[in-house]
């Protein structure tokens, strides 16, 4: 069971890879309910292979469609018993190349998964979050939200704008008694890091590695992800470059401009 003796619950979106399936795993591992949401069915049935028989429940949906919000969120809360202690907002995609290139329908597509899906999630969860005591919200943002990346910049934005909501909503939200946190990782250990840019055939994982940047294990951002939910911080940064660019960003944003420049088109500073 969770924390006393309450088995408490989390639904997370992108649950059937990455930061999201190393999420549900780490919570599982705490006697978490799991409420694991993808797009990718396939994805969904592997990560509920991992957890404990009887802690998750399957939720084939798109974070854009507020109607799947509902229902999914619906369909959770009687798996649930109607609790819903944390919503972690982590579906995305990581679209990277200069802006020049990346056509407008590429662009919507970033930006009403990355940000919009999190705004419709709120907007969805909100009743059965107020309903649950001290609950959380925990947002996926990225260390290209602390200033933007080259190469980057539409998925920078989405970021920026994840950042700014958590940062709103955890003041609005604490007469709900609810908190707004937010996960900065930098380059984490996913399948995102496999893609190759249009300039170059060589996988973003080698250019990365090659250039001196740190790729962090993807298990780091689910203890993460505990220890946001857990603690007093609104961001919590993941890996040393994230940590990093949040200090530069604050006092020497020339420098993270200069930075930023040796990223242009590795790929994705995210999930």
Not at 34 to 42: F, L, Q, W, Y
Not at 51 to 68: C, E, I, K, W
Request: net charge neutral; hydrophobic share 45%; proline share 4%.
């Amino acid at each position: 069971m969770a924390e006393g003796g309450v088995r408490k619950a989390i639904f997370i979106t992108g649950g059937g890879s990455g930061i999201g399936r190393a999420t549900a795993r780490h919570f599982a591992g705490q006697g978490w309910f799991v409420g694991i949401a993808d797009v990718n069915s396939a994805g969904i049935d592997e990560t509920a292979a991992l957890l404990p028989a009887g802690a998750s429940s399957r939720h084939v949906m798109d974070v854009r469609d507020r109607d799947q919000w509902a229902a999914a969120l619906a369909d959770f809360a009687q798996a649930s018993g109607g609790r819903l202690d944390v919503l972690f907002n982590n579906a995305g995609i990581g679209t990277g190349g200069q802006f020049v290139d990346m056509p407008p329908a590429e662009a919507d597509r970033l930006i009403a998964i990355n940000f919009g899906g999190v705004v419709n999630g709120i907007y969805a969860a909100l009743p059965l979050l107020r309903a649950t005591p001290g609950s959380t919200i925990l947002n996926t943002g990225s260390a290209s939200g602390f200033y933007g990346v080259a190469g980057l910049a539409i998925y920078s934005a989405t970021k920026f704008a994840v950042r700014g909501l958590t940062e709103a909503l955890e003041i609005e939200f604490a007469k709900y008694g609810i908190k707004v946190r937010s996960l900065m990782p930098g380059f984490i250990d996913t399948p995102l890091l496999d893609q190759v840019s249009a300039d170059s055939n060589e996988p973003a994982r080698d250019r990365l590695s090659s250039s001196g940047f740190e790729i962090v294990p993807v298990e780091r951002v689910g203890e993460a992800a505990w220890d946001a939910v857990h603690g007093d911080k609104v961001h919590v940064t993941v890996g040393k470059m994230a940590k990093r660019l949040a200090r530069l960003a604050r006092w020497f944003p020339g420098l993270v401009a200069r930075q930023s420049k040796k990223i242009d088109g590795l790929g994705s500073a995210g999930h």
